[in-house]
Structure formats: C-alpha cells, structure tokens
C-alpha cells in the first residue's frame, strides 16, 4: 500500500522535497552549529531527490509517461504534471549534477554568505518544476521560482564583480519575464488554454489568421527562451555572469541555459512541430542559424578569454549552440543527437566551473587570468583533470562529446544544411581544443619559476573528490553511450506522437484525465495516469 502510495505521487516529489527542504533549512538559522546540521540535512535531501529522479527515469525508460493532476482538477482545467522520457532525462540530469556540487559548496563556500542551502533547494525546486509542469504558465512560475533564487546565489560571496554582473542578470530576466507573460497571453487569447497537450491539439485546428497570431506569441517566446538559453544574439550577458558567479553556482548555473533549451524543444519541437497546421515549424527558418552562428561566437569568444573561468562560460555557449543545432534540424534523430550530447555537455560543463576555482586558488593573486604564474601545488592531478574536461568539451574519442557530436553530423546528413553543420561543428571543436590547450599551457607549462611567489596549498580532498566525480561521469557516459542512446532515441519517439501524449494527459477523447492509474497503450509505449480523482 505505501508503495503504490509513493508510486502514485512520485512525479510531485522532486518538486516537493526541495521545497519543504528549503523551508528546514530557513527554519534552522544562521551559525556555526546550525550550519552543520543544515549540511547534513541538504545534502540528504539533495541525495534523495537524486534517487527519486532516477526511479522516474527507470520507469519512464519502459514508456510510462506520468500525469498527476494536482488538486485531482483534470486537465486542461487544473494544474498537471507530466513526466515522459524528456522530463525524467533533465530531472536526472538535474539532480546528479547538483549532488557532487552541493558537497563541494560544503567545503567551506556555503559559508560565506547568508542561507546557500536553503537557496540552493529552491533553485533545485525551480529547475525540477520546469521539466515537470505540464502548461506553460506554470513553466513561467517555475522560471521565475529559478530565477528569484539565481538572483542571490549569483551574488553569494559579494564583491563589486558579482554585483556589476548580478544587476545585468537581473535586468534582463525581468524584461524576458515581462515577454513571456506577453507571449502566453497571445497564445491563451487564440487558443483559449496554456496546458501543452491541449496547444498541440488546438494548433492544428487553427485558421490562417489565427494560426499567424499563434506564431507571433511563440515567436516571442522563442526570444524568451532564447535569452535563458544564451543564443545569438541574447548570449552577451552569459560570460560575465557565469564567470563572476562562485565555482558551485556556476556549476549549477550549467544546467539553466538548458531549461531554455527544453523550453525550446517542448513548444517549437512539439506543440509547434510537424502536424501543426499553418502553425508548423515557426521556428525553422531563425533556430539553425542562430544555432550555428551561437556555436561560431561561443568559440571565438573561448579564444580570446583571457581568464579561465570566461572561456569556460563561452564554451557554454558553444555546447547550446551545438545542442540547438540538433534541435533546429527539427527531425527525430538529430533532436536524439542534441538530447545525447546535451548530457554530456552539462555534466563537463559543471566539472570544468569546478575545476577553475581548483586551478586559481593556487595560483596566487594571478587566480584564474591566462597569464604565467608560480606552479600549482598539486601539477599532476589538476593536470590530468584539465586534460580530460578539455578532451570531453571537444569531443575527442572515445569520449561521449565525440559520439554526441558525430551523432548530430550524421543526422544532418542528406539535409540541406549539411554543409553547414559539418563545417561550422567540426570547426567549432577543433578551436575548443586550440582553445583549450593554449590555456593548459599557459597554466602548467608556461610558469614561473617557484620561488617567485610563496607555495601554495593542495585543495581539500572534498573538493577534488566533488570535481572528479562529475568528470568521471564522462567516462560512465561513454562506457554507457549504447544504452543512453537508446533511451535519446525513444525520447525523440516519444515527443513525436503528439496523439498519445494529449491521449495520456487529457483522456481518451481529449476530456477529463483518468482517476485512477491506469495504462495507455499508444505509440510512445504505456502511459500510466496516476491521480488523485477526477473533477472535483
């Protein structure tokens, strides 16, 4: 009994859990002692969401696609979630890399500022309620839930760099909100609803008039989403943010520009995909080469950083370039090309964020800056780290960034633009690597001699350990790279059959969801439909 308890409400739980979370550790205070206990707390939380997010991929793997009607209000009426394929991947995604991150915060960073754990859970509550939520005004919510918590945590530490920074980032998030509630209203005025499942019904059915409006208001959210995934020409305020932001908030920062992906991917991919009426593929003609041109300037910009952590913040914006590059193909095997390589890209990501603040603690007062220093106190380690993050970011084999990005080359292949990929993507990685080795020269080889600053010490062994453990993670992705794509493969699937996604949320005949669980047999697999009563 208590497990079909838990079975039904598991798509509410990583919402949840962070959020009752956030609100302990609030309730703990400040101070030494409570600090402790709140680490305890949030990294127990952090590992339980972990394992929660891992249940729900294991049983979406099989098909299930889950939909739990908050309140018991059915579909398109109340408020629902939706765990497929996709929203279980970035749930995942979310939570493995906010675990080794959270124990590196530990080491001593959580401490310089006011209620990080307590931050940190409402961020992890944000990030998981966006893959979840089943209409675009509750993804509006979530955003806005992410963003309110990424406003402090930017700043946590303080200092003139991330105040500058923090003010941008704010700015410019309060005008994309104000967009977005723009672009939902155009969309609900046409429509008359918000729930995904219902637009992807509706949107077939609209007239020439109506249907052009309906792309304005997604052509506004596309802007939108486009400014929390950092494209071209939205990317500008990306490097400095990420780089002025301390190692664990940037690392976790690698999994937001992935929610504007997403976001992407569900209204331009699905709702707006084929099937779409006049409506169909709006996006098409600005996503792929915005895509390509955001791949070029990320790379450039990677070259001309002169600071570690800013020519990592531009390889961020390379690997959305590259993922966008999948998604803007706008086919099934290049959208699991895009899912595949965006996996691996966040996780090296996080790692590399991580691994800078590594590297400038001991540097001196040169920090991070491209420029010679007296040696690091531990050459051997750092080195090796370096040498695998850079190996993974420009996708050398074996490692899953090669395979993710000769996937996406393979599926542009007999395209249109397949001169285009093939040119901008294989160029692309060879300058991250020339990228990439120039800095680790300058870091490693290119010293000073060590007597001309005073030694420094080694980092902690948890704060190595958390940085290998996401770099690590690269190598299970590549020994796993069989299985991860068959599972990228039947999620692009699954997004396809729009029929049996708005069968599974708002019932057989596009009605009330079902009140009790039950299974679906469609083309995405079996759908279960766990909720708690129909219409009230």
Not at 277 to 290: I, K, Q, S, V
């Amino acid at each position: 009994m208590l497990n079909a308890l838990f079975s039904t409400h598991l798509p509410v739980l990583p919402v949840l859990l962070p959020l009752f979370t956030a609100v302990a550790l609030l309730l703990l205070g400040d101070g030494a002692a409570r600090l402790r206990r709140g680490r305890i707390l949030s990294l127990a939380s952090t590992l339980i969401g972990a394992l929660l997010a891992w249940r729900l991929m294991s049983e979406a793997a099989g098909g299930a696609l889950a939909v739990y009607p908050l309140g018991g209000w059915s579909a398109p009426f109340g408020i629902v979630l939706v765990v497929d394929r996709l929203s279980a991947l970035m749930l995942a995604l979310t939570w493995t890399i906010a675990l080794p991150v959270l124990w590196y915060a530990s080491g001593g960073w959580d401490a310089h500022g006011h209620h990080f754990h307590a931050l940190f859970h409402f961020q992890l509550m944000g990030l998981s309620g966006a893959f979840v939520t089943g209409d675009l005004f509750n993804l509006f919510v979530f955003f806005e839930v992410l963003l309110i918590a990424s406003y402090v945590l930017l700043v946590h530490g303080q200092g003139r760099e991330r105040f500058k920074a923090g003010l941008h980032y704010v700015v410019l998030n309060l005008v994309a909100s104000a967009l977005f509630l723009v672009g939902l209203a155009i969309i609900y005025g046409v429509t008359g609803t918000l729930n995904m499942a219902d637009l992807a019904l509706r949107v077939a059915q609209l007239g020439p008039q109506e249907a052009a409006l309906f792309k304005s208001g997604a052509l506004i959210l596309l802007v939108v989403f486009g400014l929390k995934a950092a494209i071209v020409p939205l990317y500008l305020w990306l490097p400095g943010t990420y780089a002025a932001a301390c190692a664990p908030v940037a690392a976790l920062f690698a999994i937001m520009t992935k929610v504007g992906v997403y976001s992407i991917i569900r209204v331009h991919g699905v709702i707006l995909g084929e099937g779409a009426g006049a409506a169909a593929l709006a996006a098409a003609p600005w996503l792929l080469p915005l895509a390509l041109l955001t791949t070029v300037l990320g790379v450039l910009g990677a070259l001309a950083a002169h600071s570690l952590a800013r020519l990592v913040s531009y390889l961020t914006v390379a690997s959305v370039g590259t993922i966008l590059v999948g998604v803007g193909l706008f086919t099934p095997a290049a959208l699991s090309a895009a899912l595949y390589y965006m996996v691996h890209s966040t996780l090296v990501i996080a790692a590399l964020f991580l691994l800078v603040e590594l590297v400038a603690s001991q540097r001196g007062n040169v920090g991070d800056r491209l420029q010679p220093a007296a040696p690091v106190a531990q050459p051997v380690l750092l080195g090796l780290m370096t040498l695998l993050g850079a190996a993974s970011a420009a996708g050398l084999p074996p490692l899953p960034g090669f395979l993710g990005k000769l996937m996406v080359l393979q599926s542009a292949a007999a395209t249109p633009a397949q001169v285009w990929v093939w040119t901008v993507v294989l160029t692309a990685g060879f300058l991250t690597m020339v990228g990439l080795a120039r800095a680790g020269s300058i870091l490693f080889w290119n010293v000073q001699p060590a007597g001309a600053q005073p030694a420094r010490a080694g980092s902690s062994w948890r704060l190595t350990s958390a940085t290998l453990g996401l770099l690590g993670l690269s190598l299970v992705l590549a020994a796993a790279a069989a299985p991860l794509k068959r599972y990228t493969d039947a999620a692009a699937a699954q997004l396809s059959d729009r029929a049996a996604y708005a069968q599974a949320v708002l019932g057989p005949v596009g009605g009330a969801a079902a009140s009790t669980t039950r299974p679906y047999r469609g083309g995405a697999g079996e759908v279960m439909l766990p909720g708690a009563g129909g219409k009230p």
